[in-house]
């Protein structure tokens, strides 16, 4: 992050403005709409101030600027567009220790004036640091659509309670829960479908009830989350709600930085991934830990790399959750397989070359392969194996051994939707030694069958598209 986000309490003070067309008009604007006592230096103002002339805040002063006049201002702008007066500007407002902000000129600048969603007193704000104004622009034109003007309502709404609520609910966990539950749930539906009378009845009665129970008796519950196979664009809206509402979190991990990000930031965060023959926690440990924090009233955001419910042990966990009565959702994810294929340009099935796909995994319970391997090698059928980069030789030796052919198409996809993701290509016979070469490290998935002849075909387009994803499918090797 190249810049501290902030919001600049500027009412009743003084901010300059220097030029008097376009630029320097939305600067006014936005000043103005802050409560900033606004002066603005032009000889002439240009049609775009026509609303704004008449704003009692507002002083137009025809001269030039000098350095004093930016003396004990809060904020100067330079939108004059005139190297000269920027320079001028740029020099006063260091000179007295005034934030610059001078248009397109990023050395002349303090601070980055960003895309604004006004939905008052909720505002966003979204920066791209100067490098890509458009693309913020662009942001701000898709949460304009997505963020109805109610819920600046709304927010003025459950402010006028937030005083009632401290001192009802002491504990700032208990406090953030009810806020919570309140907004998200009958309180904001209710002021949303325009009853606000039935909305604050509805928040005094949750209040009264909150602040009269025992909130160390309360149970919390367990969010189990599939995160999908790397790229934070796979995850669900409705995973994206939980990593926001959880207390505590428990990741893998296949769980990226990128993800990790848009969890809460005040959750606590534990670390429990496995490596092969390392584990950090054991299986059991885990799932009594979960039992444990949600018995204490948290809400545990369990959150796995791909899907729970395949090869992710979460039917463990959620057995052991029920064993105690404990809260629970699932939520899935997008599992390695179809997430790396697709993003290889791999299709698990095709109507000319396989009518069924088997998931399995090469890791047993204590790490003991246990594989029916008759039912792996059937024809028209696409095998993809999960955690299978360590014990590839051995895979390949058994498959070929049970009759199938040495020259059947595979792949290991390496890193699958992420931007370092590798794609090596071979056949059984010879997918180890191309492995080997290329120094694969995992977390990998391999894929047995020919719809891997499809890759030559179709890694154009999966490459294409993974660039929309933010991804690159980096180099092709093993062709």
């Known amino acids: 992050m190249d810049y501290l986000p902030i919001f600049l309490d500027i009412r009743n003070r003084r901010v300059i403005v220097d030029g008097g067309e376009t630029v320097a008009a939305r600067r006014v604007e936005r000043a103005l709409s802050a409560g900033a006592l606004v002066e603005v230096y032009n000889p002439d103002l240009s049609d775009e101030f026509r609303a704004l002339k008449d704003h009692e805040n507002l002083r137009h002063i025809t001269r030039p600027l000098t350095g004093d006049d930016v003396k004990g201002a809060a904020i100067a702008y330079g939108a004059s567009e005139d190297a000269a007066r920027d320079r001028l500007l740029y020099d006063a407002a260091k000179a007295h220790g005034v934030l610059a902000n001078v248009a397109d000129v990023s050395e002349f600048c303090d601070f980055i004036t960003p895309s604004v969603v006004d939905r008052s007193p909720l505002v966003v704000a979204i920066s791209s640091g100067g490098a890509a104004p458009v693309i913020a622009r662009i942001l701000r034109a898709r949460i304009e659509s997505l963020l109805p003007p109610a819920y600046g309502r709304l927010a003025e709404f459950v402010g006028r309670f937030r005083d009632a609520v401290t001192a009802g609910i002491k504990k700032t966990v208990d406090r953030r829960r009810f806020w919570e539950n309140t907004i998200e749930g009958t309180v904001g539906d209710l002021f ?43 995850l669900t809206f409705r995973a994206l709600r939980l990593m926001q509402r959880c207390d505590v979190v428990l990741y893998d991990r296949l769980v990226g930085d990128e993800i990790m990000a848009l969890i809460r930031r005040d959750a606590e965060r534990i670390y429990v991934g496995k490596l092969p023959k390392h584990h950090t926690m054991q299986q059991e440990d885990i799932s009594q830990l ?36 404990i809260p629970f959702q699932v939520v899935p994810g997008v599992t390695a397989a179809a997430g790396c294929a697709s993003y290889s340009g791999i299709p698990l099935t095709h109507r000319d070359h396989a009518q069924a796909c088997l998931f399995v995994t090469a890791h047993g319970r204590d790490g003991v392969l246990g594989l029916d391997w008759d039912v792996l090698i059937r024809p028209q059928q696409t095998l993809a194996i999960y955690m299978g980069l360590s014990t590839l030789g051995y895979l390949a030796e058994e498959i070929v051994a049970r009759g199938l052919s040495p020259d059947t198409p595979a792949a290991i996809i390496d890193n699958g939707t992420r931007p370092n993701q590798r794609v090596v290509v071979g056949t059984i ?51």
């Open 192 to 234: 949303l479908a325009g009853s606000a009378d039935a909305a604050e009845r509805h928040l005094q009665a949750e209040l009264d009830a909150a602040a009269s129970e025992n909130p160390g008796a309360r149970v919390g519950e367990v969010y189990l989350v599939g995160a999908g196979p790397g790229d934070p664009d796979l």
């Open 429 to 479: 016979s010879d997918l180890l030694a191309r492995a080997e070469a290329a120094g694969l490290k995992g977390p990998s998935i391999i894929i047995i069958g020919s719809v891997v002849n499809l890759h030559d075909k179709l890694q154009w387009f999966a490459k294409r598209e993974a660039t929309h994803y933010r991804m690159s499918l980096g180099p092709r090797e093993g062709l």
């Open 290 to 325: 979960l039992v444990d924090l949600a018995l204490q009233g948290k809400r545990v955001l369990r959150l796995k790399g791909g899907d729970p419910f395949i090869f992710g042990r979460g039917g463990e966990e959620i057995e052991k959750l029920a064993e105690n009565d």
